[in-house]
């Protein structure tokens, strides 16, 4: 048989230089705004080619867009605290975790002004290749999808709680789905609700232990 040696430096330099680049194209990207979808366009890349989990949410929100971090807002506090329930230790989400959403840019509030616009299925399909690409290079172990959006668009429509608790593989991932962690969503209320989340969380605790994360 022949013996094929790879050089691991090598390929972790080239991810490195590919995520690089292609951060550099997210980060000039203006797609959203010149079509009118925003107003202007500040798009967020969050994370290192050697993160083994990633993390994709709805989009960045006023509060990460000002930090110019996602996830820097309470919802960030929650997937942290829920983060740590798994059994990682605190500041794991931002220093070990790439983020990464299904838009960029803060997409602004919604119509009627007491939380943030849902990105449309045009902004969503404009943003979805850098989100593909970004899967390319990193091929994470673990996606964790937060909230209904994502996971509508990698697992198809149904409702939280048919699929929080459960786990899917797809192309050599984990794909875990979660609610969203912000305090608008009002689905955590409900204790079986609550359980489920629990679930979920045991899910990733075990992968934590069985992956060495
Ligand atoms: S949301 Fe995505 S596609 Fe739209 S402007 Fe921002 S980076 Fe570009």
Redesign the pocket.
């Known amino acids: 048989m022949t013996k094929i040696s790879i050089d691991v430096r090598a390929v972790e330099q080239d991810r490195q230089t590919a995520l690089q680049l292609l951060h550099h194209r997210?980060l000039t990207?203006?797609?959203?705004?010149e079509q009118g979808?925003?107003k202007t366009?500040?798009?967020l890349v969050n994370g290192r080619a050697s993160d083994r989990i990633m993390v994709i949410g709805q989009?960045p929100g006023h509060r990460s867009v000002a930090k110019g971090r996602s996830f820097s807002g309470p919802g960030g506090s929650m997937l942290q605290k829920w983060l740590e329930q798994a059994g990682f230790p605190p500041g794991y989400l931002h220093a070990h975790v790439y983020l990464s959403s299904l838009?960029?840019?803060d997409p602004g509030r919604n119509p009627r002004g007491d939380g943030d616009r849902r990105?449309s299925p045009s902004?969503v399909t404009?943003?979805r290749p850098?989100l593909e690409a970004e899967l390319a290079i990193l091929q994470p172990e673990v996606v964790l999808l937060v909230g209904a959006m994502a996971i509508e668009a990698f697992l198809g429509k149904r409702k939280l709680e048919e699929c929080i608790g459960a786990f899917e593989e797809s192309n050599g991932a984990l794909l875990l789905p979660l609610p969203h962690p912000s305090g608008v969503s009002r689905w955590l209320l409900d204790p079986a609700h609550q359980q489920l989340l629990h679930q979920a969380l045991a899910i990733l605790s075990q992968w934590r232990e069985n992956l060495g994360l």
């Not at 990207?29 to 705004?33: K, L, Y």
């Open positions: 997210i990207c203006r797609s959203c705004e979808y925003i366009a500040r798009p989009a838009t960029r840019c990105p902004e404009l943003c850098y």
